[in-house]
């Protein structure tokens, strides 16, 4: 019997387009006690200025989408982590993008509404 391999995320698969340069991305910290893919949706907390996943129920920024990440990232209890997102100005493909668990259609919708506002437009 043949072996089955699953390929994982690859690092900025999603984007279909960004702006010139490096100006779509971004350097961020991501906060303790997280681990997702390439290509979770992230927000930022507001009184530290570190990303977490986007949570639609979280509190302190948490439930706000602004960013998407570029690699996976795993911290652990005081531990955090740098990174690059998209931050700005770049179409992605909402078919790969990854949200939280359990996300309802709404909550879906109003996170892509904040990208947009960060002018990273799900396609």
């Known amino acids: 019997m043949a072996t089955v391999l699953t390929e ?6 999603f984007i279909l387009s960004e ?6 991305r971004g350097n961020i910290t991501i906060a303790e006690n997280q681990e997702f893919e390439a290509g979770q ?28 990440a570029l690699y996976g990232a795993t911290t652990e209890e005081g531990e955090t982590a740098d990174i690059s997102a998209i931050v700005r100005d770049a179409e992605v493909n909402g078919k ?3 949200y939280k668990t359990g996300i309802t259609a709404p909550q879906t919708e109003a996170a892509i509404e904040a990208l947009a506002d960060q002018g990273i437009i799900v396609r």
């Open 8 to 13: 994982g995320r690859h690092p900025a698969e």
């Open 19 to 24: 702006a010139n340069g490096q100006r779509s």
């Open 41 to 68: 949706v992230l927000a930022e907390i507001t009184a530290s200025g570190e990303y977490v996943a986007h949570d639609p129920a979280g509190a302190g920024g948490a439930a706000v989408a602004t960013a998407i």
């Open 96 to 98: 790969i993008l990854i």
